[in-house]
């Protein structure tokens, strides 16, 4: 699995006009899932994201009990190493991504995040301003 983090003042997912997820003040998490990744790996990246010290003052977002939007994004193991058109065969397929997405929400929410969510195999618009700006790639 892996997760581009970014500190943010707000961010939000619209579906068909209507805004399904948003935070203010939290982190926005970018989440793609590849082949091999399961259960456990989705646990352990939920909680390394969750305590990660990118917030002001070196903080988490534990610590500070900031909100965290997870929107899925198979795209983030898009491989340009030959040509031009981007390859996605190391992303999971979606039948195997989905229930990882959902074990990592359920697994913030375990630890006591406030999450709000995109939505699975939807066209999605993602508004976010980061703030700092931070932004961290963590891969498990």
Not at 5 to 12: D, E, G, L, N
Not at 71 to 89: C, D, E, I, M, N
Not at 110 to 129: D, K, Q, Y
């Amino acid at each position: 699995m892996r997760a581009l983090v970014q500190t943010v003042s707000r961010a939000s997912v619209t579906v068909d006009g209507e805004v399904v997820g948003a935070v203010a003040d939290g982190l926005l998490v970018l989440l793609g899932v590849t082949h091999g990744d399961d259960a456990a790996v989705a646990q352990a990246l939920a909680r390394k994201v969750y305590e990660l010290r990118i917030l002001d003052g070196e903080r988490s977002a534990a610590e500070l009990r900031a909100p965290v939007l997870v929107v899925s994004q198979f795209t983030l193991y898009g491989q340009v190493r030959k040509g031009r058109r981007p390859s996605w065969a190391a992303a999971a397929p979606a039948e195997v991504a989905e229930p990882l997405v959902t074990t990592f929400c359920a697994a913030l929410r375990t630890l006591g995040a406030t999450v709000a969510t995109g939505a699975f195999r939807a066209h999605m618009l993602v508004e976010s301003v980061n703030v700092g700006p931070r932004t961290v790639i963590v891969d498990l």
